[in-house]
């Protein structure tokens, strides 16, 4: 009995130094990175952002009448500018001018009978009768007549022309009228700055056509929803353009001041991206290992960014070297 005793003791004295052995050899085995590190202190910035887009027309109006048939005549060319209220088309005149005359004998008859009725000669109902046919003429010639003699509903110029003198109307637009004397954008602006973008701020625009001038604009509408896939909200923004150096179509990068702010910058090249997607992230030395965060990027420095995330505040330690090597969790050890 007590030989077994010993032999039992003696198997589990070894198991033990094989254990210890082996969580020995782990601890030594565990891998361990070599970073540099940088402490991140809060900054203040002149908060501005830069958004690139397409001019387009103020007002854009496609000549479409609603009255189908033959063009007579056509007042303009593209290029050409025109004033509000000038001619751009005639439509064929025949039904406008017989409506005309159909409404000069209703006002003719409708006179006769008012006359009749105060005389006592005619009933109301027959001064009622004539008087409404009279007002729904009335009410046909001025639609024949907007639709027969197109003008122009705004001052702009002739951007497109799809038909000829004398040819058959069907629907598609006779011509664009497009205002340029004051043209609109629409900028996609990340929704981190949505509380800081109100209507009427004022931004600069640029554009390598005149490398030497920034153009003054406006907010017109910030639009009130983000979007869920680009997670950026819109806004219209409006550009005199008195002296028509801008146009339509021309690719500008406008420029909005958001004023002063305080934030955490850091090194351009210690933000990490996910493969296959526009995630970023970077990498904390929480307690010597290695931790980390998602973050969104903000405004660029030259070789530094705006980062944020909860995680992301004043005194944490991030690792600026040796960052690619890294995995959630590792062990780092800081060289100087």
Do not use: W
Not at 135 to 156: D, H, M, R
Request: aromatic fraction near 6%; include cysteine.
């Amino acid at each position: 009995m007590k030989k077994i005793m010993i032999i039992a003791l003696a198997v589990l004295s070894m198991a033990g130094c094989t254990k210890k052995t082996e969580n020995t050899d782990a601890a030594a085995d565990e891998r361990v990175e070599q970073v540099r590190t940088t402490v991140l202190h809060t900054r203040e910035i002149q908060r501005e952002i830069s958004i690139s887009t397409n001019l387009q027309g103020y007002l854009t109006q496609n000549v479409a009448p609603s009255l189908t048939g033959k063009i007579e005549h056509i007042f303009c060319e593209v290029g050409d500018k025109k004033q509000q209220g000038q001619m751009l088309v005639r439509m064929d005149q025949t039904q406008y001018k017989t409506t005309k005359i159909t409404m000069g004998n209703l006002e003719i008859e409708k006179n006769r009978i008012e006359q009749l009725l105060k005389s006592g000669s005619a009933t109301q109902q027959q001064y009622d009768q004539i008087s409404m046919q009279y007002n729904q003429t009335k009410e046909q010639l001025e639609f024949l007549e907007q639709n027969t003699y197109v003008k122009a509903p705004f001052s702009g110029v002739i951007s497109a022309k799809t038909y000829e003198d004398g040819e058959l109307y069907s629907g598609q637009p006779i011509v664009v009228l497009t205002q340029i004397n004051k043209l609109k954008a629409l900028v996609a602006v990340p929704e981190t700055y949505f509380p800081l973008v109100k209507k009427g701020m004022s931004l600069t625009l640029t554009t390598d056509i005149y490398p030497d001038k920034v153009f003054p604009a406006t907010i017109e509408v910030v639009y009130p929803t983000i979007d869920a896939s680009s997670h950026t909200f819109q806004c219209k923004i409006v550009i005199p353009n008195q002296k028509e150096l801008l146009r339509p179509g021309m690719y500008v990068t406008t420029t909005l001041g958001l004023g002063k702010a305080k934030t955490i910058v850091a090194p351009y090249q210690a933000v990490e991206k996910l493969v296959g997607a526009n995630d970023r992230y970077v990498f904390l030395n929480e307690g010597g290992r290695a931790k980390r965060v998602a973050v969104t990027l903000g405004q660029r420095f030259d070789q530094d960014i705006e980062i944020i995330a909860p995680e992301i505040v004043e005194g944490v330690e991030m690792v600026t070297t040796g960052q690619h090597k890294l995995v959630d969790g590792v062990k780092l050890n800081v060289v100087e």
